[in-house]
């Protein structure tokens, strides 16, 4: 084992040689979004970025409480407002549905799958996806390869950046920053079995008050996550601002990994071209126009 | 009601969450906005701004008709028992004792009926005609769900859902809470809104207990200990008050403070008013303060009239201020009327601001554009501006809502040449000082005499002040004699400079020094109990008594003998604060009571110590401006022509004792040129003016909005995002719209109402993006006890810029 | 050769990976990860209340530096203090963003003037400025003390200088100012408790 490595990893981007796999008595760590106890205070969003440094722009106001309008690379997690009119007991009832976006920390993760940059992105043994940047060639294989469109690329240093969940925090035996400081404790923190513990006791409480269809989210397309929900109405998640109902893994990462693996025979070619993307990317600093300007809007498209 | 937890105070709300969650608990909000409060709660219902006292009023009439009160509580610690006097009417709208010409009451017409011994008199059957009880039932039986529904447009169902979750706390064991903050207080009825809630939780019997009580949810960090310490027009430390001109001598002075029981055998704890007084007046001038000169009576300032910030700025308008000092506080941000606080301003001589971070008020005279067009060489003030520390660079105390008193740590030095505020005050002080000693001057003798014993004159540690402010025995302090052994030799309590342990140590004699009696207890020769850090709840149920300290006497609930009942058990014995062990009161918290007061004595000890009754007061015969039962009346600026309980009475349309000017009064908007019920709020990304000079806070809420809901949207053409003019009888600001389905639309007195909603926090000097402030919109007029300006309830018009 | 990130993965998507790379020995070793070091390891703890709602939350701030002579602290991470019975480490966004209030580009650092009419700011020394104060204030007071009032009643009252005072600050600030400013006979005099 590497004496650099901090946390043991399960599994590491575009690289075949086998992680080690000895130690595998690691508690799978899971955060909890109790999105019936959050009040939208963004105080998650704040903690983040002292926690990070990360300072983004101060933006404009565009009719609604959502700020930053989306995630971006200095934004690693913002929160969602929906208002919105449901059935219930007593005929109608408005409800403010708050739901804080960011990363969901797949067990199957769908960056980590389609990022061709060897080491850039690694899923550790405790369920953590994170992503080491300095390996990260900026190609924005991980942003297709989200089923959450979570990662963002930085347009300063052409890098993929998104939440880690505080891994160096963990990695001492500390909570992430935005669970420490949810004041409402809306965000929980815990092995994934205390988790679903608590999400399930969670959900008593909200069928016992009126929400019938109260339950977890933890989708199983991407074989379950370490980030959760815990939502009042589980039955209908896109009214959570496009909570994907049945995320997966886009049929082309899959394919794509799936046909090249056996094509050794495209090593050569594939080094070649792996190389002149590297020079495309990170190589001539000053030439600020590399992607175009057509293509710089379109990846502003994206993060928006 | 009147507060909104999860925005403004989202750390305290997660006890709400935690009661919603282990105890089942269930959370009502009622509210002009769906909040994010509304948005935790298990009920919510709208309200229309500055209608509260219509709806708590409707609550007290619903308790009464349902039979939803705690019978044994309300007969024993409430004053419903007591015959009021036959002074005592009301008329359409109207209390006996008003003088409309000085918009004022003579509160003596509202007394109660007296024995031979000067004791009130009591029916504890209730059913006196004259007995408070019977009088409230009366007042409160005209605000019935109709009414209500009428007049503050909350549908007549949601009202009475509320109802029946409140009700549902009406016995013993069964407790509800009420959180309430500026949407209660910034009314011209402020404190009414405030004492109707306080009477429906008397009724539950929900003061004094476990999970109960009346909390207010307070501003700043030390508004409670600035409170506390008296910094008001008319007050001194430790809730005592300044002579009025009329009271010439000590004798007047204590008459009306020094309260005598009106039942016997009560504790009326204000008896020991000339104890605090004294032991204050020895704080300040020592060995000046002496019997043969009344303890230096005169050193203090007598007043004419309280001059509260309103009466401030009007008097400085009017050229009779010349010299001003704003210490952390930022008036052209929050006093109303900005136009008003402007012109007030330009007219001093010199203004000083104190402050770590720059505000509107320091750049008062600098134009910025549109946000504050301003014509700078026409201001002929002198400005002063001197940066202090923040939080991070100082120690000391803060004294949070719930009366902690908590010690803090510096964790580095300030910026550039920033200096400590008791640095600042302490130096201009000694220059004055000196010059007063070299130069004499007018009166010199406070000043000249002043006690100054800190070790560096112009710099007082805080360790210093804090112990002068718990106090200390000037001579050896001793115990009164034993009336089991009166010839035993007299035991010394405290020896001469020692720091007292507490307030009851202190004497009217001059033989004990504190700065502020309800801080006595801090710093004793113990140390510093405000820095004590051990947070164990050996209860479980939320008392850590050890950890920093509490005002009064480390306890942590007031009036907590009411958690027991009349026998001294506990009314529900899973959740004990205090209780009567068979010798002494004792248990989670230290007993609010004289804890060798015995319940089973004839006229026992009651647990309401602070008020001559011994208990707790639905009817107010004092202490209230504007009559001893809440009302309800309109804010000035009302959607409503008339106040609909007194639609024949003019006089009864708005609070008839609330303070406001003449000019003011005058131009008040009206329904015709301004239909929209405006409110104006916080929102939980930021703190007042403040955060907008913090990059974080401008980040997660950038720029100034204005929610309104989706009918008026719509009437007016507008769409999310539009940029909007709202404009009041004041002036028009500009910003952008949020619709929204969280502000509905209301029913009132017959017509549609709608609501505006207009959050704070942004002005021309900050990180965040420039914008208007608020309060050039909010009208120059207060409350008619704290005279709290009226920021919760005004008119605009609204129309797509 | 024009071609954009976009369409370099249309082009190539479904036939290379830069996986193949791995299998010619290319990456692994570089490839290793760690995770961002611990910031607070051995910084300096110092235990505050956060300064803005009365709810009154205890706050860990962290500085670089263990205090020793040649140090300026600075801090440069706040966080809420899990001992603390209210708010037990949470903090709301405001008490989580103190750090950049501590920092933020608008703390006055100096003592400043704008004279009568003036358009800008002159600094000025704590020495100077004090003086000056001084000197207004015992002017003003001189000028317009009121000793007794109309019916000859003992008033002592000054009610031509003003003064709004924190409610942020500490209760020795507090306490220190009310004495001073009291002594004075100032009556004028309030904290944001009225608004």
Sequence with gaps: ?304 | MGGNAAEAHPCGFKWVIEAKQHRRAKLVVVDPRFTRSAAMSDYYAPIRPGSDIAFLGGVINYLIANDKIQHEYVKNYTNAPFIVGDNFSFEDGIFSGYDETKRKYDNKQWGYALDDKGFAKVDPTLQDPRCVYQLMKAHYSRYTPEMVSKVTGTPKEKFLKVCEHIASTSTPTSTMTIMYALGWTQHTIGSQIIRTGAMVQLLLGNIGVAGGGMNALRGHSNIQGLTDLGLLSNSLPGYLSLPTEAEQDLETYYKPRALKPLRPNQMSYWQNYPKFFVSLQKAWWGKAATAENNWAFDYLPKIDKVYDVLQAFELMNQGKINGYICQGFNPVGSFPNKKKIISGLSKLKYLVVIDPLNTETAEFWKNYGEFNDVKSEDIQTAVFSLPSTCFAEEDGALTNSGRWLQWHWKGAEPPGEAKADPEIIADIFHRMKKAYAKDGGAFPDPIVNLTWPYKIPHSPSVEELAMEYNGKALADVMAPPDPKDPKAPPKVLAKAGEQLAGFGLLRDDGSTSSGCWIYTGAWTQAGNQMARRDNSDPWGIGQTLNWAWAWPANRRILYNAASSKPDGTPWDPTRKLVQWNGIAWSGSDVPDINPAANPGDTDRVQPFIMTAEGVARLYAPTGMAEGPFPEHYEPLESPLVNNPFHPGNAKARMNPAARVFKDDLAAAGTPKDFPYAATSYRLTEHFHYWTKNVLTSAIIQPEQFVEIGEELAKAKGISNGDRVKISSSRTTIQCVAVVTKRIQQLDVDGKKVDIVGLPNHWGFVGVAKPGYLVNSLTPFVGDANTQTPEYKAFTVNIEKA | ?195
């Design chain 1, 1 to 304: 084992m590497s004496s650099l490595q901090s946390l043991d990893i399960a599994a590491r981007s575009a690289t075949t040689t086998p992680t080690p796999q000895a130690r595998e008595h690691v508690v799978e760590v899971a955060k909890l979004i109790d999105v019936s106890s959050c009040i939208g205070c963004k105080a998650c969003q704040v903690a983040c970025m002292e926690w990070n440094d990360l300072r983004d722009e101060v933006g404009h106001n565009a009719g609604t409480y959502d700020n930053p309008r989306d995630l971006t690379p200095q934004s690693w997690t913002v929160m969602r407002y929906s208002e919105v009119v449901m059935p219930s007991n007593e005929g109608e009832r408005l409800e403010w549905l708050i739901r804080k976006d960011g990363c969901m920390h797949c067990a199957d993760p769908g960056c980590l799958k389609a990022c061709p940059a060897p080491g850039a992105i690694v899923k550790y043994e405790n369920g953590i996806v994170d992503f080491i940047s300095e390996h990260c060639i900026g190609c924005g294989y991980c942003v297709k390869g989200c089923p959450f469109d979570v990662p963002r690329i930085s347009k300063k240093d052409d890098k993929a950046y998104k939440c880690s969940l505080c891994a160096d925090r963990v990695s001492v035996g500390l909570e992430p920053a935005c669970v420490k400081t949810c004041p409402t404790g809306a965000i929980r923190f815990g092995s994934k079995e205390d988790m679903h513990e608590f999400a399930a006791e969670r959900v008593v409480d909200l069928k016992e008050r009126g929400y019938a269809n109260a339950g977890v989210y933890d989708p199983q397309g991407v074989g379950g996550t370490h980030v959760m929900y815990v939502l009042q109405h589980a039955d209908k998640p896109q009214i959570y601002n496009n909570l994907p109902a049945d995320p997966t893994i886009s049929p082309m990462v899959s394919l794509w990994k799936g046909v090249t693996k056996p094509l050794a025979v495209a090593a050569m070619i594939g080094a070649a071209l792996a190389g002149f993307f590297h020079y495309m990317k990170v190589g001539p600093i000053e030439d600020e126009d590399d992607d175009g300007p057509g293509e710089r809007r379109a990846t502003e498209e994206e993060t928006r």
């Design chain 3, 1 to 195: 050769m024009e071609m954009n990130r976009r369409q370099f993965f249309k082009v190539t998507g479904a036939g290379l990976s830069t996986s193949t790379l791995v299998a010619l020995g290319f990456s692994p070793a570089p490839a290793l990860a760690e995770t961002r070091s611990f910031k607070l390891a051995k910084a300096t703890e110092t235990r505050n209340t956060c300064p803005y709602c009365s709810v009154g939350c205890g706050i860990i701030m962290y500085s670089v530096g263990d205090k020793a002579k040649n140090v300026k602290s600075e801090i440069f991470h706040i966080e809420g203090d899990p001992d603390h019975p209210v708010n037990r480490g949470t903090l709301c966004p405001k008490g989580a963003g103190l750090l950049d209030f501590v920092h933020s580009p608008n703390r006055l650092k100096y003592p400043q003037v704008r004279e009568a009419g003036s358009k800008e700011w002159k600094r000025i020394s704590w020495d100077e400025a004090m003086t000056r104060i001084a000197k207004l204030m015992k002017e003003d007071r001189d000028a317009n003390f009121v000793a007794k009032n109309a019916d000859g009643k003992t008033v002592n009252r000054w009610t031509t200088t003003g003064m709004l005072c924190a409610s942020a600050s500490s209760n020795e600030t507090g306490y220190i100012t009310h004495k001073v400013m009291r002594s004075m006979g100032m009556l004028v005099f309030d904290n944001q408790a009225r608004v």
